[in-house]
């Protein structure tokens, strides 16, 4: 299956700079995940603008060779690498099957793609409710607190 990507649009006008519109200037975030940055808290897209690319994750089936999984890294890192042009500052959110993950990651550092990587970290809230019947719901919220970098290439 192959990997596709929704390109957010920037808002109309913007600022002209050095040719280029306001949004154009700042860092590229590719969201490489399943929770759309369209559902972040504020302050998590804040410093991204508008420049923020949702890249849905793949489907890994856990049947799956390392090999597989190996070429759907390939894959994403082909796409990341088309992203990566006009000296843009290019930063990836990696977020999902643990296999895949790793393997991208490794295949970034290989092929000396010029990303950083950006790992989002949350403070998280345990909620324990007592149902009438007696069992016990629990649910996790989880709070942005800051941008974690780490450059690859």
């Given at each position: 299956m192959p990997l596709g990507f929704l390109p957010v649009e920037p808002p109309s006008g913007g600022e002209v700079?050095?040719?280029?519109?306001?949004?154009?200037?700042?860092?590229?975030?590719?969201?490489?995940?399943?929770?759309?940055?369209?559902?972040w808290e504020e302050s998590q897209k804040e410093g991204w603008g508008w420049n923020i690319i949702?890249?849905?994750?793949?489907?890994?089936?856990?049947?799956?060779?390392i090999e597989e999984v190996r070429g759907k890294a390939r894959q994403l890192v082909t796409l990341i690498r088309g992203h990566c042009n006009n000296n843009d500052t290019i930063f990836v959110m990696l977020q999902g099957e643990f296999t895949f993950c790793y393997l991208t990651l490794l295949e970034l550092q290989k092929e000396r793609v010029p990303?950083?990587?950006?790992i989002p970290t949350t403070e998280r809230?345990?909620?324990?409710?007592?149902?009438?019947?007696?069992?016990?719901k629990k649910s996790s919220i989880?709070?942005?607190?800051q941008w974690r970098i780490i450059p690859l290439g």
């Open positions: 700079k050095n040719g280029r519109k306001k949004e154009e200037t700042m860092p590229k975030l590719l969201n490489v995940s399943n929770h759309s940055f369209h559902n949702d890249v849905p994750f793949p489907q890994i089936d856990p049947t799956s060779s990303v950083s990587l950006a809230k345990v909620v324990e409710e007592k149902l009438p019947d007696g069992s016990v989880f709070k942005f607190v």
